[in-house]
């Protein structure tokens, strides 16, 4: 394979594995012209010279992935690393694998002299990896797109159903001792309009669930195709139609410079008096202090939130203690199956990728010098 074609085929596959973004959003293009500069993926050893590669782990991770790993490379477990020593461990190995709790910003790749050609994010966003650094070190960056689909979505209906019927409040004021029925009047789910932002793999089975409990279901993403949406009987609209006749929003898009804050005092006040909120997506698509006010005013009804702009959020945070807000620690992929299941994606990306295999789940394409493309081509001839 040409070193072009591979950039054409990686490029093909990391687009393809995005999940739809925002109408704001324009994707970046890249020219297969570019002088010098070509798309290699190199199968690598140690640094040392020893047959297997190093793998860092910095994050906790399925056992089966791990056994899986452990029969390909040198694991190293390191859990609750501070910055600086990720820094300074960075330099031994030859691949990491985090998941949302770890920065992996330019420092890493500047402390990894190099070495660092694959870094895994156990999970489907990758906010917390600093692609452009990546992509300029030359390090693979892929990720487990698919395995916790169903559990984030399983959660987002759970939070649906429990806001709307107080569940989370009313349990609380029971354990307390209290019997308040009057107080925890819910809404009901059926012929209500859901608007589901981001109608990627999760958004997708969200909105089939919902379809289930006898909702309309809208969406917003200027990346989906018709068909598909129209298949299970969704609604492709535009963001503000979507805010403007929605009566519960649940959000799954992938936190970017278009989508920061994408939920703030303007957009509030384009919604349905009442609306009710779900995000199992990222915390920084709300401009949390902006919901604060929308739920204050009455603009917004209920919000259920499973994810935070800085995790774990403050203790004495305005928006987690709001009486009509219900919350949840970052649960989205927390199931039995799902763990697993992202463990093995991750570790059989990664080692394919240290193989030097095309990755299916590729979120960008790392290049190197002509010279050293050169070199592999002449190397697979």
Not at 130 to 138: H, I, V
Not at 230 to 251: K, N, P, Q, R
Not at 322 to 350: D, F, R, Y
Request: aromatic content about 4%; glycine content about 8%.
């Amino acid at each position: 394979m040409s070193a072009a074609a591979a950039y054409s085929t990686i490029s093909t596959l990391s687009l393809s594995s995005r999940s739809p973004l925002p109408s704001a959003i324009s994707l970046p293009s890249r020219s297969l012209n570019t002088p010098r500069r070509r798309l290699i993926l190199v199968s690598c050893t140690a640094g040392d010279g020893s047959s297997k590669p190093t793998i860092l782990v910095a994050e906790k991770l399925g056992e089966a992935g791990v056994k899986l790993l452990e029969g390909f490379a040198n694991v190293d477990c390191s859990y609750n690393m501070t910055p600086e020593e990720l820094n300074t461990k960075i330099s031994l190995c030859d691949a990491l694998i985090v998941r949302s709790g770890t920065k992996v910003g330019r420092e890493v790749f500047e402390s990894s002299r190099g070495r660092l050609k694959v870094v895994g994010r156990a999970g489907v966003g990758i906010d917390n990896v600093d692609l452009s650094a990546a992509t300029e070190f030359g390090c693979l960056v892929v990720n487990a797109p698919t395995a916790n689909t169903i559990a984030a979505a399983e959660h987002g209906i759970a939070l649906l159903a429990s806001m709307a019927r107080n569940v989370a409040q009313a349990d609380a004021s029971v354990k307390d001792g209290e019997w308040k029925r009057n107080k925890y009047v819910g809404v009901s789910l059926v012929g209500k309009t859901l608007a589901v932002m981001g109608f990627g793999k999760v958004g997708t089975e969200v909105a089939r669930r919902a379809k289930g409990l006898g909702m309309r279901v809208i969406a917003h993403d200027p990346y989906a195709p018709a068909d598909r949406a129209h298949a299970i009987g969704v609604e492709l609209v535009s963001f503000d139609e979507a805010l403007a006749t929605a009566d519960f929003i649940s959000l799954h898009m992938p936190l970017t410079p278009a989508t920061n804050k994408i939920l703030n005092d303007e957009t509030f006040a384009k919604m349905k008096k009442g609306v009710r909120i779900v995000n199992v997506a990222r915390g920084g698509v709300i401009d949390e202090d902006a919901l604060v006010r929308a739920l204050d005013a009455g603009i917004v009804s209920q919000a259920a939130l499973d994810v935070f702009t800085k995790e774990p959020p403050a203790i004495d945070s305005p928006l987690v203690q709001h009486e009509n807000v219900t919350v949840t620690p970052h649960l989205g992929a927390s199931t039995m199956e799902a763990q697993e299941g992202v463990a093995i994606e991750i570790a059989e990306a990664v080692v394919g990728a240290l193989n030097g295999e095309l990755a299916a789940t590729a979120v960008n394409a790392p290049m190197v010098s002509a010279e050293r493309c050169s070199s592999w081509l002449e190397e697979a001839a």
